[in-house]
């Protein structure tokens, strides 16, 4: 079972940024697709960026141009780059693993990101 904690969140002002790290308890991290969730009240958790064990990457739509995916295998760490953020990417961030892809085994507690003036 791997763990994964998040961090990096807190409140912004709308056009500023802030990097989200997620990290894992296992070794093996390098085999996982990482994914970036996000959750407000009320709708379903959506991919928010998700990368493979062999660094493709895939975003959604609202936020290509503005958010960066990355991960740190040697440091069993995957990073959400946020930049130019707007009051709609206010919500619950969560990083999950996959493994085959597709196949969730472990999702973290989630952090808050607030975008507000």
């Known amino acids: 079972q791997v763990q994964l904690v998040e961090s990096g969140g807190g409140l912004v002002q709308p056009g500023g940024s802030l990097r989200l790290s997620c990290a894992a308890s296992?070794?093996?991290?390098?085999?996982?697709?990482m994914g970036w969730y996000r959750q407000t009240p009320g709708k379903q958790r959506e991919l928010v960026a998700a990368?493979?064990?062999?660094?493709?990457?895939n975003y959604a739509d609202s936020v290509k141009g503005r958010f960066t995916i990355s991960r740190d295998n040697a440091k069993n760490t995957v990073y959400l780059q946020m930049n130019s953020l707007k009051p709609e990417d206010t919500a619950v961030y969560y990083c999950?693993?996959?493994?085959?892809?597709?196949?969730?085994?472990?999702w973290g507690q989630g952090t808050q990101v607030t975008v507000s003036s």
């Open positions: 999950n693993a996959e493994f085959p892809p597709g196949v969730v085994v472990s």
């Open positions: 296992r070794s093996i991290f390098s085999i996982y697709t």
């Open positions: 990368i493979t064990s062999g660094g493709t990457t």
